[in-house]
């Protein structure tokens, strides 16, 4: 744990500040009463998880003094904090500290899907996942308990299920988008009603015709019984480092499953994958009569949407995309002589659900502050005119660790109805942005705006209300060079007066 | 001052030939030994001012107490809209002090623009509370800022009594002036504005009013420059207080028009006048409200302009007594000529620059005066205010009652005789009745002259029956001395001496002003004043006829006291934040405001910004203490224009532009549950109208059927639509059982079951008049496009059986 993350940690949490020093006084108890949680290896966990373990400690010093047939009522009180603290250990393990996820539920049709994409799977587990693995149709499912989401993710593998187990439904998984957590969804060929409606609320729609699968007489994947062109090897990746990693993905992907369509007015989803311009969405075993709804490179294979709350999801056409099988196949697409020995399964699958996960592409925006020039202190009201400096500090989640983040396109805005600054801030590569600008001869009541959404990242829109007052009475110029033929005029035509009227009274 | 004067005086003895203008400084020793010529009547004199300064008294305390029903009623609250801004103000000045609050900008009304309230208010009323409040404060009485400012407008209205006193015993004498003050007291229009709680500018400023006109009338009568410079503070004061300030100094100059018209033209004159306009001019503009309007606008132009005639009026006056009759005629047809093409030049240039600004320099409430349909036609916002509406007959009836029958009688009573103080009543009197029938709320600038009026003529009625009735004793008490001689001498010679003395003390008092004006002025004024003297002896009425006559004219105040008392009493007394109602099960009392703004204040963020019309404004920052976005102080036509379009839009578009407003929350007033008729729906059409006149895809005719406003299944889609409807009758329809019956307009409604998607109802009051609505966040998602309808086929079968199976059926 770096300084500054327990400095972020100690403004949250003040009573800790004493803590951090303190060692823990029965580390061998806290290890048996924590041990599954200690386990995730979180160290902003670990510390929450010690610093209830004080609290516990000390209130058992003090229960220990008492005699003895207070016993019975102490353990009682021991076991009910701990299992308070547990539960707020839980309940805090997704913050802003750690965006990435923690607790996965996989949903799936048939168990065996677990052996089919271990690879998935177990490296996601590597990366410090915990998987909880369900039948779709388990009646014991649940999200949330007393209000409490128990998963911070959501794998739905199971695209035949038509109904889920427990209090699972439509509403329930739009539910838990809608409270900030990710979710993947992997559809197949003759994908349920219910997978295409938990698509279509994200603004995802698949072909509508229950059989149709996506075909690619262009660009399939070289085999060696010549199919129906349905295995389609597609490298129409999106151009964006943040999702899919630095690393370009050089072997095409192996796809088979349904392909769907975007609104293009929907600034949410983004196509991750694409169909070639060859390809079309219909049954590969009826005779096409009519021109079939989807085709050419409008089909997506793999979209991505982030809500407007930066909950991500993950939406593939093809389920077999994270199987074992596609994972280690290689993979030579129709008209090209390469043969890789690896399809690009496993890096895009990887890549994607870093990004989904909140791995990646992650931002927050802390330590947001604004001054006069040459102050330090935050103002409750600017001044006309003034000049001012506008800070905030930007930093990108690593997976591990924050991590200044270095952009060169980052404006703010000095809002009133409509933006009387626009300044794009410059950095020190270290995670501060600063702007200084000077107060326009305005008014009223702005906002300092930050409005930052770049494809791929979290969207940052910040905004923090500051009223501008104009001049005080006193801080206008007294005398204005201009106008000193007024007051000549004035102070002149005062002394004449005063003149004549002596004159005037007292000569005879 | 006084030194000056003596100097003055001794001068004036001293250079002969500056007698026109150095006289009238002689009035003061003059006034001196008029009064001390008649040692006999001071005893009586003595009797009459400790009587009259008791009478005043009580007067006060009549004016004081007659306007605590409110209180006594109701509960020590701050009344209707501007009273709580001028309260939320007056809060700010006790907290910060004066240049704080000279420089207060006020971030939490009209947001985002904000408002500089040091530099947008008339701050005589909240400065005069703040300092109420600090001197009862450094005397260690601990009042509340509210209560102080609760009971302004009663202190107020008794020294507005006594200003009137003051300016009619100057007119007419003490009998008239008393007579006046009681009438002031309990005239209903006056208390309309002044009762406890009534805490606004007019509350103030109707005593400014009278007390300036009353400085203006004792300069005149005295032409001292001590009382001229006191009119010129108190016009400060007026200033400070209320824009109606322009009628006073439009009324002046008119008057010191029609003097010089007349051929009164004296030295008195130009020294009421003339330093009233410049000192006036010079201390208006440090107002920071007025400023530089002081000077540019054309409300002041009379002034000046009057102000440059009566200059030349003087030097005229002064070259006549210089030259020779012969000489004169020459240089004044010189000078007329002369004078006359500078004239028109001027006034061309005038007429140039004012006819180069659109609004020809004339601000529009001053222009609605003028004409009084140009606010129905250009300005919708002015018209929109109810209290600038033409008043009705009824309503002159309601507000001065019998003293509209009285003035007439007064008007007469004013021309025997006429001098310089009575035409300036006259004056008065005719301006505020036609600003009267133009604006309701001006009625309160004619109430006093009516009260002055009308005790005039009360005054000179009972002078005449009384007098005739101690003439008729004393010649009774005569046959009575000649048919039984034996009577004691002294028992029945002291009332006809009474009446002799009383008599004389009365035409001492009449006369005073005319025989200053016959000293002051040449012979020509003396003569009506004698004919007149001789005129009043013979008028004695028949002893039968003026007893009745008494009896009639104090049935009458009878029936004006009542009258004002059961105005006071029911009709303006209403806090208006708080509703009563009687029933047959008793009395119903609507507290739905405070109710809704505890509600706003207690469970919003402080910096929420709230959206209404904009007459709840001002109580929604004063009493919730949330942001709003157009209040009563209506200076953006714009914005209040957005928010009316927002009101009027379908739900969408008006989320949009709310949004764009960062607001949170809506609040409509809705009367149709218990028949509060002055609600938002009411209200829509101005709504719609100052919305169109800004963003002209609102049209006034889409919202009316067959040129109807209507809320019935008869209604237009837009009206349906508008957001003003749907925020006012969602689930209006559950209150009673699916009829949705309106009980303000006395209709069942259009559309009785909607949903609204881009808002959800927070909060409703338990009468249901204040409403309060939030604005629902952005969608987190976008839905797809091709698989809605399916997606609501498959859903769409429990979704309606929901709907079916709501509290509606």
Redesign the interface.
């Known amino acids: 744990m770096t300084a500054e993350e327990w400095e972020d940690f100690r403004k949250g949490h003040p009573k800790a500040a004493s803590l951090k020093t303190v060692p823990l006084p029965f580390p061998e108890l806290c290890a048996t009463l924590f041990d599954g949680n200690a386990a995730t290896g979180n160290p902003s966990q670990c510390l929450k998880l010690q610093h209830s373990a004080v609290i516990r400690i000390q209130t058992s010093r003090t229960l220990e003094e008492p005699k003895e047939d207070n016993m019975a009522k102490f353990s009682i009180a021991t076991v009910f904090i701990a299992s308070i603290s547990l539960l707020l250990t839980l309940t805090h393990s997704f913050s802003l500290e750690n965006p990435t996820d923690r607790r996965i539920l996989v949903l799936v049709d048939d168990l065996a899907l677990k052996s089919s994409h271990s690879i998935f799977f177990s490296s996601l587990q590597a990366r410090g996942f915990e998987l909880d693995f369900k039948l779709s149709d388990d009646p014991k499912i649940a999200l949330q308990r007393y209000g409490q989401h128990l998963y911070d993710g959501l794998i739905l593998f199971s695209p035949s299920t038509e109904r889920f187990g427990g209090s699972l439904d439509v509403a329930a998984i739009l539910d838990f988008v809608d409270s900030g957590k990710d979710l993947i969804v992997a559809a197949d060929a003759n994908a349920s009603d219910l997978i295409r409606n938990i698509a279509a609320e994200c603004g995802i729609d698949f072909d509508e015709d229950p059989s149709a699968v996506v075909i690619d007489h262009g660009s399939y994947a070289v085999s060696e019984t010549e199919g129906d062109h349905t295995l389609i090897a597609a490298d129409d990746f999106i151009q964006s480092d943040v999702l899919l990693g630095s690393t370009k993905i050089e072997a095409p992907v192996l796809f088979k499953g349904i392909g769907h369509s975007l609104n293009p007015a929907n600034s949410l989803v983004l196509k991750v994958l694409s169909g070639s311009p060859s390809a079309y969405s219909a049954n590969p075993k009826s005779k096409l009569s009519s021109p079939p709804s989807l085709s050419g490179s409008s089909i997506s294979l793999v979209s991505v949407v982030q809500a407007r709350n930066n909950a991500r999801i993950v939406f593939s056409g093809s389920l077999d995309l994270f199987s074992n099988k596609f994972f280690k196949s290689t993979v030579q697409k129709a008209g090209s002589s390469h043969k890789f020995a690896k399809s690009g399964n496993q890096q895009f699958a990887t890549e994607i659900s870093k990004w989904v996960f909140h791995e990646r592409g992650h931002l927050k925006a802390v330590n947001v502050r604004h001054h006069r020039v040459g102050e330090t202190d935050e103002p409750a009201i600017y001044r006309i005119n003034d000049d001012l400096e506008y800070l905030v500090e930007i930093y990108e989640w690593s997976g591990s660790n924050w991590e200044p983040y270095v952009a060169n396109d980052v404006q703010v805005q000095f809002y009133m109805m409509s933006p009387y600054v626009l300044k794009t801030m410059s950095n020190n590569k270290k995670g501060l942005y600063l702007a200084s600008f000077k107060v326009p001869d305005v008014y009223g009541v702005f906002q300092f705006k930050v409005e930052y959404q770049r494809l791929g990242y979290t969207s940052l829109s910040l905004a923090k209300q500051i009223p501008v007052r104009p001049f005080r009475h006193n801080e206008y110029e007294r005398f204005i060079p201009t106008a000193f033929p007024y007051y000549g005029a004035s102070f002149s035509t005062m002394a004449g007066f005063l003149i004549f009227s002596f004159v005037y009274l007292y000569s005879k | 001052m006084k030194a000056l004067i003596d100097s003055e005086i001794s001068?004036a003895h001293t250079k002969p030939h500056i007698r026109g203008f150095r006289r009238p400084l002689m009035a003061v020793p003059v006034d001196g030994i008029i009064k001390q010529s008649t040692p006999s009547s001071s005893l009586r004199f003595a009797f009459g001012n400790v009587l009259a300064f008791f009478i005043l008294l009580l007067i006060g305390v009549l004016a004081f107490s007659i306007r605590l029903f409110s209180v006594i009623k109701y509960e020590s609250v701050i009344h209707e809209f501007d009273p709580y801004f001028n309260y939320r103000v007056t809060q700010f000045l006790t907290k910060n002090g004066i240049?704080d609050f000279?420089?207060w900008?006020d971030?939490r009304t009209w947001?985002?623009?904000?408002r500089?309230i040091?530099g947008t208010v008339y701050p005589g009323l909240t400065l005069t509370a703040g300092t109420i409040w600090k001197v009862l404060h450094s005397l260690n009485i601990p009042l509340s800022v509210e209560t102080v400012c609760v009971f302004t407008a009663p202190v107020f209205s008794a020294f507005a009594a006594w200003a009137a006193y003051l300016l009619t015993k100057e007119v007419k004498g003490t009998g008239a002036g008393l007579t006046a003050a009681v009438l002031l007291a309990m005239v209903p229009s006056y208390i309309s504005r002044s009762v406890a709680g009534s805490y606004d500018n007019e509350a103030v400023a109707i005593f400014a009013l009278i007390f300036t006109f009353y400085l203006y009338i004792k300069t005149l009568n005295t032409g001292s420059l001590f009382y001229a410079t006191l009119n010129s503070i108190s016009y400060f004061y007026m200033v400070c207080s209320w824009g109606g300030y322009t009628f006073i100094i439009n009324l002046i100059p008119m008057h010191v028009l029609l003097c010089i018209v007349t051929g009164r033209y004296s030295s008195r004159l130009y020294i009421a006048y003339a330093p009233l306009v410049v000192l006036g001019t010079l201390l208006a503009a440090l107002v920071?409200v007025v400023g530089f309007n002081a000077v540019m606008t054309s409300e002041h132009f009379a002034s000046f302009l009057v102000f440059i005639v009566i200059h030349v009026v003087a030097l005229a006056y002064y070259i006549k007594g210089m030259l020779s009759p012969k000489m004169f005629k020459v240089a004044a047809t010189l000078v007329i000529s002369v004078g006359l093409v500078v004239c028109i030049g001027v006034v061309a240039v005038l007429v140039a620059v004012v006819a180069s600004s659109p609004t020809k320099g004339w601000s529009g409430r001053s222009l609605s005066l003028l004409d009084p349909t140009y606010a129905s036609k250009y300005i919708p916002i002015i018209a929109s205010v109810s209290e600038h509406q033409p008043p009705t007959w009824p309503s002159y009836f309601m507000d001065i009652n019998v003293l509209a029958f009285l003035v007439p009688a007064g008007i007469i009573a004013c021309f025997s005789p006429l001098s310089d103080a009575s035409s300036f009543v006259i004056l008065y009197l005719v301006m505020s009745v036609y600003f009267s029938g133009v604006m309701v709320r001006l009625m309160l600038v004619f109430a006093p002259a009516a009260c002055i009026m009308s005790g005039i003529a009360l005054s000179e009625a009972f002078d005449v029956c009384t007098r005739s009735i101690k003439y008729y004793i004393s010649k009774l008490s005569e046959s009575l001395q000649t048919d039984a001689g034996d009577i004691v001498p002294g028992n029945n010679t002291s009332p006809q001496s009474d009446v002799i003395k009383t008599d004389k003390k009365d035409d001492l008092l009449k006369e005073r002003p005319s025989r200053k004006n016959k000293k002051k002025e040449k012979e020509n004024i003396e003569k009506p004043s004698v004919k007149s003297k001789t005129e009043k002896r013979p008028l004695v009425l028949p002893v039968e006829a003026s007893i009745f006559a008494l009896f009639l004219i104090i049935l009458l105040a009878a029936f004006y006291v009542i009258h004002s008392v059961w105005a006071a009493a029911e009709a303006y007394s209403a806090p208006s934040i708080v509703l009563t109602s009687h029933s047959h099960d008793g009395l119903h009392v609507f507290d739905d405001f405070r109710e809704a703004y505890a509600w706003l204040s207690h469970n919003t963020e402080v910096?929420d910004k709230v959206a209404s019309w904009w007459d709840y404004g001002y109580q929604t920052t004063a009493m919730a203490n949330r942001t709003v976005i157009v209040d009563n102080n209506t200076w953006n036509n714009t914005h209040i224009a957005t928010v009316g379009t927002a009101m009027s839009s379908p739900e969408k578009d008006a989320w949009q532009i709310f949004n764009?407003?960062d607001v949170k929350y809506v609040l409509v007033v809705f009367g149709g549950l218990v028949g509060y008729p002055s609600d938002d729906i009411n209200k829509f059409l101005w709504m719609v109208r100052i919305g169109g006149g800004v963003f002209p895809h609102i049209k006034e005719p889409d919202y009316l059927r067959d040129g109807q406003y209507r809320i019935d299944s008869q209604a237009t889609p837009t009206m349906l639509n508008s957001l003003m409807y749907k925020l006012s009758y969602f689930r209006f329809v559950e209150t009673d059982g699916g009829k949705g019956y309106d009980r303000v307009r006395r209709t069942e409604i259009g559309k009785k079951y909607f949903k609204l998607t881009h808002f959800e109802e927070v909060f409703t009051t338990h009468h249901w008049m204040v409403r309060i609505y939030k604005l629902k966040p952005?969608?987190?998602?976008?839905?797809?496009?091709?698989?809605?309808s399916?997606?609501k086929t498959?859903?769409a079968t429990p979704r309606s059986g929901t709907t079916k199976r709501n509290p509606w059926h």
């Open positions: 001068r240049y000279w420089n900008f971030d947001y985002p623009l904000g500089v040091g920071p910096d764009s407003l952005q969608r987190n998602r976008i839905r797809g496009k091709t698989k809605k399916k997606s498959t859903s």
